[in-house]
């Protein structure tokens, strides 16, 4: 182990792609004022007065929403009130303007894809085209002349939208592998600490409005530096990858199991109180004892548990779990230390604890 002292990593995916839907929201929005902006100058000096107007509104609707995008840490309702408002204006200036305003329809129906889910953004494309279809019947004679146009116009957009939706499509694909990527070790596919955190005080927050029960699991493989020098690192690697396999047979669906570095694990068990983590224990030191292999004969782990307190910090959490495991080395290793609350030796887990601050400074 590394000792009581982590740096926890700050990377968090989910964060950062959603600071990139912002950042692109927030490109979009301001290129479509500066589109806008000369249209409704030139309008104005035209003596289109009505469209002037119109123009000068929705470059201040799409500018608080920016601004709101930019401040709010829910940045869907922005999102989605862009969208409203451009697809209001289209509708609109198609109406007013024609063939002329319906050439706007197009780069709206790629923002839909780049903004939106693929699902989502196929249904407002065509509730878009719905409601021009609508318009067409009734402005047929001011915006298409002929049937041939209507049909042209339609399979135009459906083309931007086709591209668009696999566009997304790929984009997303690909945004899903590098997450995974970014979030399991490489070795043994397990969550690495990067997804740890997030991961934690998300079961925290549930705790702290819903009092949900959570507990963490820390797992550290016995004598594992002994395994490396005398059978080579590939017969190491071999046992923790086996090791988590083992580990995730026994966990629910919504467990989480992350490697917290070297030979030590973490296991998140939402939805746990104290007496389902010793279950939990139980059934992995059982799995691990009968079926946890090298080159030189079985291997055995420790185990310190905690049940979360509401209040508890992600570090104070993690702390009382790494003590635990300490103590459970300090027991004589193959052995689990868990919360008070949920011990079956009470008096052997006193002693262990006991010599536990000894042992993190001479043992690993």
């Not at 007065?49 to 829910?74: E, K, P, V």
Request: proline residues 1%.
């Amino acid at each position: 182990m590394n000792g009581r002292n982590r740096e926890h990593s700050n990377t968090d995916v989910t964060t950062l792609h959603d600071r990139c839907e912002r950042l692109v929201v927030i490109t979009m929005g301001c290129v479509a004022i500066l589109v806008i902006a000369p249209f409704a100058v030139f309008r104005f000096e035209s003596g289109n007065y009505q469209m002037a107007i119109l123009d000068a509104l929705l470059i201040f609707a799409i500018g608080i929403t920016i601004a709101h995008n930019r401040s709010a840490s829910n940045k869907r309702f922005s999102n989605l009130a862009l969208l409203i408002i451009l697809s209001l204006a289209a509708i609109v200036v198609s109406m007013k303007l024609g063939i002329v305003g319906l050439m706007w329809t197009y780069p709206l129906i790629i923002l839909y894809f780049f903004i939106l889910s693929i699902r989502m953004a196929t249904f407002a494309s065509l509730m878009l085209l719905g409601i021009l279809i609508a318009v067409f019947y009734h402005q047929q004679n001011t915006i298409f002349d002929t049937l041939a146009e209507r049909l042209s116009y339609l399979a135009s957009c459906f083309m931007a939208a086709s591209q668009a939706a696999i566009f997304s499509s790929v984009t997303h694909g690909r945004r899903r592998v590098l997450e995974y990527g970014a979030t399991r070790d490489a070795l043994t596919v397990a969550l690495n600490r990067g997804a740890m955190g997030p991961e934690l005080e998300r079961a925290i927050a549930a705790c702290d409005r819903h009092n949900e029960a959570s507990c963490l699991l820390a797992l550290d493989l016995d004598h594992f530096k002994q395994v490396n020098d005398t059978h080579g690192h590939g017969a190491g690697d071999q046992v923790l990858i086996d090791f988590v396999s083992l580990v995730k047979r026994g966990l629910r669906r919504e467990d989480q199991l992350f490697r917290h570095g070297g030979e030590e694990f973490l296991v998140l068990l939402r939805n746990t109180d104290a007496a389902g983590m010793r279950h939990v224990e139980a059934l992995l030191h059982q799995r691990i004892r009968s079926s946890l292999r090298c080159p030189g004969g079985p291997v055995t782990t420790s185990m310190g548990g905690a049940q979360l307190r509401r209040g508890e910090r992600a570090d104070q959490w993690l702390r009382r779990a790494d003590e635990h495991l300490y103590a459970a080395k300090a027991a004589g290793r193959d052995t689990s230390v868990l919360d008070q609350s949920c011990q079956r030796n009470s008096a052997t887990a006193s002693v262990a604890m006991g010599k536990a601050d000894s042992l993190a400074h001479t043992s690993a």
